[in-house]
């Protein structure tokens, strides 16, 4: 499995921007899908994402501004980040998991694909 985000770029505080991950290869091991997101000197962490029943999840500090969808068709995971605060700068990485049963996970170590990620920047 391949995954490869886009989408990514230089946005003024209050801006959107609409991130992409398309999956390629073996996409059938694919269980649960989700965007994490690092900062500088900062441990990646969990932004949103969907389990395999089209669950949604997000972290507290993207709840009402940003919306994960995904589209099976096309073997995408899409984020749309409305209300962008300079905080929110970040590389943002697209991953999925393997493993069926678990439960959706927050825990980055849980997710074997990942994609090289894309660079979003808000300026104040």
């Known amino acids: 499995v391949q995954l490869r985000e886009s989408g990514g770029g230089l946005v003024q505080a209050g801006g959107s921007l609409r991130l992409s991950c398309t999956a390629s290869?073996?996409?059938?091991?694919?269980?649960?899908m989700a965007w994490f997101r690092q900062a500088p000197f900062e441990e990646r962490k969990l932004v949103a994402g969907i389990d395999a029943q089209d669950n949604t999840y997000y972290s507290d500090f993207v709840k009402g501004r940003f919306t994960v969808s995904k589209d099976n068709s096309k073997n995408t995971l899409d984020l749309q980040m409305n209300g962008l605060k300079p905080e929110d700068t970040a590389g943002y990485y697209c991953a999925a998991t393997a493993t069926r049963g678990r439960g959706f996970t927050s825990t980055p170590q849980s997710y074997v694909y990942w994609g090289r990620g894309t660079q979003v920047t808000v300026s104040s």
């Open positions: 290869g073996l996409t059938e091991n694919i269980v649960d």
